[in-house]
């Protein structure tokens, strides 16, 4: 299947999965490859500051094919982006070209693209041509990177495609990753005849199937210690931050940067196990049903903040980010990503039923009322009886509204919430190992960059912006190492 882009060249063999690897550059390369990351963000920044400039100016929309015009002169004059591989700043603009794309598609939920800052992950991006994988033995390989040569990263899992594109990044921790967009020329698995299931993921329990009788529960994501030496460790930081405004004008001290480093660490570590949980999950539920059901949630509305505004302040506001933190936690948005991709792969059906009042109505006679939700854990309808964890019920009325038409399914039967609402207990998790068949649905640079017809008038130089943002700004948009720009 071939993309088609908004000027009417198609894509070939786009690439539809990801792969992700640890990245183990030496400290030389490690050293170049930050500066790299900085002057990313520095052609980001400015090429953002520039189409926003023109746009106020003259209402026109500035694209990557212009703007890759001025980034030639800017390489001229500017050693430090020159020092970057040419097609590095290029892929930079294309990305920036794609972020306005997904801003304007009113199905996409993506703001306004934003400046990046200082401590930002540092994003390196790469075309595929631009670099060559090489495998050295049964787990390490090296990736070919122009100007920086062979860097070696740990081959966890085969590529299964032809390279499409690549990134490098960094993240909090100060640990190196690399991204490969591989065409795998993958096709959907036939039906897989299993079973159809509808889930409900809540916040208390991770998720609910409608045919089981335990829910799915997250495994703490730290451990008690743990919670400790972070909740530790962030006080130190407010202390130590206080100190800083108090004593050194807000200059971040060593200790200061040491406090953060060990702070991200542990969120890392927590990423890295939730992470494992989401994806053991929807691979479990792709794989062993024929057809998913969950609800078409909307988080980020769901999760918005009480805090209304300064002249109506929100009520419960600390108790709403609370919930959101921990329906953020359970990362709905993220399942519901992987299921996208996942159900395809492995022969069954993601089917999305509208959420209204899941938690309110009866799984077996479908009556909606507020009074059946005796409490938060419990349901027992006041029409016909049924008593069922609340959801569970909610899972079961969520599976038969994937079947608006059909005779309800008898899932609720033989259920009782009362034997096994309060255990609390995780039914023994079932992680089938990943077998590499996943497909993903990567949406890489439909860049569509649109040709603007009449920009004559316009001459501001990539310098000049990058001068009266130093000016304005500090050095917010500039390497560390750099030279301040002149005017
Ligand atoms: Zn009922």
């Not at 401590?119 to 090296?142: E, H």
């Not at 569509?448 to 050095?475: C, F, H, L």
Request: hydrophobic content about 30%; proline content about 7%; glycine content about 8%.
């Amino acid at each position: 299947m071939a993309k088609v882009k908004r000027t009417g060249r198609q894509v070939k063999d786009p690439a539809d999965a990801g792969r992700k690897y640890c990245l183990h550059p030496t400290p030389q390369q490690a050293e170049r490859l930050g500066n790299w990351g900085h002057t990313c963000r520095a052609v980001w920044n400015v090429a953002l500051e520039q189409r926003l400039y023109v746009y106020t100016q003259r209402r026109k929309n500035l694209r990557a094919d212009e703007q890759c015009g001025y980034l030639t002169q800017a390489r001229h004059d500017l050693e430090w982006i020159a020092d970057l591989p040419s097609q590095v700043p290029q892929q930079v603009l294309r990305h920036l070209d794609q972020a306005y794309q997904n801003f304007w598609n009113p199905e996409h939920p993506a703001a306004f693209p934003r400046f990046k800052k200082r401590t930002s992950r540092l994003t390196i991006p790469f075309p595929g041509q631009a670099v060559r994988v090489t495998k050295l033995n049964r787990t390490w390989a090296c990736v070919r990177i122009p100007k920086l040569g062979e860097v070696k990263f740990r081959l966890t899992r085969p590529l299964g495609g032809r390279i499409k594109n690549a990134v490098i990044r960094r993240d909090a921790t100060g640990r190196w990753y690399v991204s490969f967009g591989v065409h795998t020329s993958r096709t959907a698995a036939p039906p897989n005849g299993q079973p159809a299931v509808g889930v409900d993921f809540g916040v208390k329990q991770a998720a609910y199937l409608s045919d089981e009788t335990e829910p799915r529960l997250m495994p703490q994501t730290l451990t008690k210690g743990e919670q400790r030496r972070l909740a530790g460790l962030e006080r130190r930081r407010e202390r130590q931050i206080r100190e800083a405004k108090r004593h050194r004008g807000g200059k971040y001290s060593n200790r200061l940067q040491r406090t953060l480093r060990a702070i991200a660490e542990r969120q890392a570590r927590q990423a890295r196990r939730r992470s494992d949980f989401t994806h053991k999950l929807t691979t479990d539920l792709a794989k062993s049903h024929g057809l998913v059901a969950i609800e078409d949630l909307r988080v980020k509305q769901m999760t918005r903040s009480a805090r209304g505004t300064q002249s109506e302040p929100g009520a419960h506001v600390s108790q709403k980010a609370g919930l959101n933190r921990a329906v953020r936690d359970n990362t709905p948005g993220e399942r519901r990503r992987q299921l996208a991709y996942k159900c395809p792969a492995y022969g069954s059906e993601l089917v999305l039923v509208p959420p209204a009042r899941t938690s309110q109505t009866c799984g077996a006679c479908n009556l909606w009322d507020p009074a059946s939700r005796i409490n938060r854990d419990a349901f027992a309808c006041t029409g016909c009886g049924h008593t069922d964890d609340a959801d569970h019920n909610a899972s079961v009325l969520i599976l038969s509204r994937a079947f608006p038409d059909q005779v309800r399914t008898a899932s609720a039967a033989g259920h009782c919430g009362a034997q096994h609402a309060s255990t609390g207990q995780a039914r023994p998790a079932m992680p089938r190992p990943c077998t590499g068949r996943t497909r993903e649905p990567l949406n890489p640079s439909s860049a569509a960059a649109q040709p603007s017809s009449d920009t004559e008038g316009y001459k501001e130089s990539w310098q000049v912006i990058a001068g009266r943002m130093s000016k304005n700004k500090g050095v917010s948009g500039l390497p560390r190492d750099t030279p301040k720009l002149g005017p």
